[in-house]
T-cell receptor, first 111, second 106 residues
C-alpha cells in the first residue's frame, strides 16, 4: 500500500466553525507533513511530525492545530479561520531520509 | 534565508523537443534535493538526489545534482503532451521552488 489518503476532499466552512482535516498512511513512514498550497504557488510547509512528535512548526497561526494520534494518522484542526486560509491542504509522509508520498489534498474554502 | 529558485518559470514546446529545467538553491544544511511533477492535484515524486554528479534516470526523464555550484537540472527528452505539468524541486522536503510550468503542444 503506497497511498496517503486525505479526508474530506472538499470542505467549505464559515469563519466561526471548527473542523478537522484527516490524513492516513500505512507505509510505516515515521515522518508526516502538512503543506498549504495556494493557486499557482508551490506548496508551503506548515508542520512536520517525526515519530509522532512535532518537530517543525513554520510559524503557523494558532488557528491551525496539528495532532498526530499515532504513527499512521495526522490531523489538522481548524478554528476561526479567515478567507485567506482558503487553499489546497496537502498531507505527505516519508521515511525520514527518503522521498515523500503526497495525499490528494483537501480543498478548503472559508466563507 | 534559505531559498530555492527554479527557471524558467514557464516553457512552451512542441512534442518531440528536449527540455532542461533548472533548480538552484541556497540552504544552510543541505541533505537532498527532490523533483516532483504536479498536474491537477498532489505532486508525484520523480527523483531524489543526494550526491553530486550521479545521474538518475527514469525513461525519458533524467536528473543530476551539482553540490559545488548548488543546482540541479531535470531533462526530459522526446517530450509528449502528457508531460505538460508543473515541475517542482524541493530541498530536504521542506522548501519548494516556485516551479516550472511546462506545456507541450502536439
Amino acid at each position: 500500500d503506497t497511498e496517503v489518503t486525505q479526508t474530506p476532499k472538499h470542505l467549505v466552512m464559515g469563519m466561526t466553525n471548527k473542523k478537522s482535516l484527516k490524513c492516513e498512511q500505512h507505509m510505516g513512514h515515521r515522518a508526516m507533513y502538512w503543506y498549504k498550497q495556494k493557486a499557482k504557488k508551490p506548496p508551503e510547509l506548515m508542520f512536520v511530525y517525526s515519530y509522532e512528535k512535532l518537530s517543525i512548526n513554520e510559524s503557523v497561526p494558532s488557528r491551525f492545530s496539528p495532532e498526530c494520534p499515532n504513527s499512521s494518522l495526522l490531523n489538522l484542526h481548524l478554528h476561526a479561520l479567515q478567507p485567506e486560509d482558503s487553499a489546497l491542504y496537502l498531507c505527505a509522509s516519508s521515511h525520514l531520509t527518503r522521498e515523500q508520498y503526497f495525499g490528494p489534498g483537501t480543498r478548503l474554502t472559508v466563507t | 534565508e534559505d531559498k530555492v529558485v527554479q527557471s524558467p518559470l514557464s516553457l512552451v514546446v512542441h512534442e518531440g523537443d528536449t527540455v532542461t529545467l533548472n533548480c538552484s538553491y541556497e540552504v544552510t544544511n543541505f541533505r537532498s534535493l527532490l523533483w516532483y511533477k504536479q498536474e491537477k492535484k498532489a505532486p508525484t515524486f520523480l527523483f531524489m538526489l543526494t550526491s553530486s554528479g550521479i545521474e538518475k534516470k527514469s525513461g525519458r526523464l533524467s536528473s543530476i545534482l551539482d553540490k559545488k555550484e548548488l543546482f540541479s537540472i531535470l531533462n526530459i527528452t522526446a517530450t509528449q503532451t502528457g508531460d505538460s505539468a508543473i515541475y517542482l524541486c524541493a530541498v530536504d522536503k521542506l522548501i519548494f521552488g516556485t516551479g516550472t510550468r511546462l506545456q507541450v503542444f502536439p
